[in-house]
């Protein structure tokens, strides 16, 4: 019998999350491939960056702080936040999973929409609480639907404005009306990964939000807009208790030295990052008037990607763009959610689309 027949059983909690299965490498396809399937900028960190990626690994062999206490203390000088409203983390996934140990617990409910990113089922799950799952009406949060969804057993909402994966935001009016119905003792976490590339006037401005809403705290990243999603660091704000809770339950050092630089000296340089977020959004822009062009449908986006509602014909799309080098994100049934790339990739994307979308779905 194996050595490993059984062993020690885990929670049962983690038996409704998937297991992480690497993916084979995914065969080139006709020469270059393109990953335009996780949302990242198309941009190699600004030589600068780089430079203070290679200064700060000299430090390699001496541990971070347990907290970024420089780059907690940058980024509440930038919001002219008090430092005890700052949250750090490895990544804001890395916040969430703080997020979930400080404040849910088997039974608990989590409100979020759906399809919304990806990682919400896994950090309820991951608690041991239960998922309330609210559809997305014309590829936007519902709102309505979505407080009508909180009970008292609900411990936390989780409203990602911009939504991943379909790109649409509903606008700062629409949350602070949406916020006032929900029950004070109700955590709600407005994620803004996106946030940098929304570029509205009636954009939703989660760090002032949270000045006055104690039950609010707002994740943001390092990863898209910045470019540097390898180094893992997101950050957050929230009311002092709330902030001193994710904290406890942070990893220890959770935000590398090398990270922590990298972060800290792209809050130097943010006219030339500013002007490559430009760029992208000129980019995607560009890209959905031409598609709709093309006759496909593509939600209005105020993110780095683009989401095409293809229902049925998803995964077809999908693999088809696949085969020319464009791997993007099937959501089957729903979507194929797009990054806005360079321009190459975006030109070649033009040039597949119409076909790639009259494939036939062979189910
Ligand atoms: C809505 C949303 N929140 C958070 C994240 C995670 O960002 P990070 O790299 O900071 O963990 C992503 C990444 O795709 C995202 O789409």
Not at 227 to 242: D, N, Q, T
């Amino acid at each position: 019998m194996s050595r490993f027949a059984s062993s020690p059983a885990p929670r049962t909690a983690l038996d409704g999350i998937p297991a992480y299965v690497p993916k084979p490498p995914r065969p080139p396809a006709r020469g270059t491939s393109y990953r335009l399937f996780l949302n990242e900028n198309p941009f190699p960190p600004l030589p600068s960056v780089r430079e203070a990626i290679s200064r700060a690994s000299d430090g390699s062999n001496h541990y971070p702080e347990i907290f970024p206490t420089r780059l907690a203390g940058a980024l509440a000088d930038k919001y002219d936040v008090p430092l005890d409203h700052v949250v750090t983390g490895p990544g804001s996934v890395g916040i969430y999973q703080q997020i979930g140990q400080a404040f849910l617990a088997p039974g608990d409910e989590v409100v979020y929409a759906w399809p919304s990113f990806e990682a919400y089922p896994i950090v309820t799950r991951m608690a041991g609480a239960r998922p309330v799952e609210v559809r997305l009406r014309d590829h936007t949060h519902d709102l309505d639907a979505l407080a009508a969804a909180v009970t008292p057993r609900t411990r936390a909402v989780l409203l990602c404005e911009p939504n991943n994966p379909t790109g649409t935001a509903v606008g700062r009016a629409a949350v602070e009306a949406f916020l006032d119905d929900i029950p004070d003792d109700v955590l709600v976490v407005l994620d803004e990964a996106y946030v940098e590339f929304s570029g509205t006037a009636d954009a939703v401005d989660g760090v002032a939000l949270h000045r006055e809403r104690p039950n609010l705290i707002t994740l943001r990243t390092f990863s898209k807009a910045y470019g540097l999603a390898a180094w893992r660091v997101g950050y957050g704000f929230a009311s002092p208790a709330v902030a001193e809770a994710l904290r406890k339950c942070a990893v220890p050092c959770g935000v590398g030295r090398i990270a922590e630089e990298a972060a800290l000296f792209s809050l130097t340089v943010e006219d030339e990052l500013r002007a490559r977020v430009e760029e992208i959004t000129k980019e995607r822009d560009r890209l959905r008037d031409a598609l709709v062009g093309q006759g496909l449908p593509v939600a209005q986006s105020r993110t780095n990607f683009l989401w095409l509602p293809l229902g049925a014909g998803a995964d077809a799309f999908a693999r088809e763009l696949e085969t020319h080098g464009l791997l993007t994100r099937s959501f089957p049934g729903d979507g194929v959610r797009v990054t806005v790339g360079g321009r190459e990739a975006n030109d070649l994307l033009l040039s597949v689309a119409p076909a790639a979308a009259r494939v036939p779905d062979p189910s």
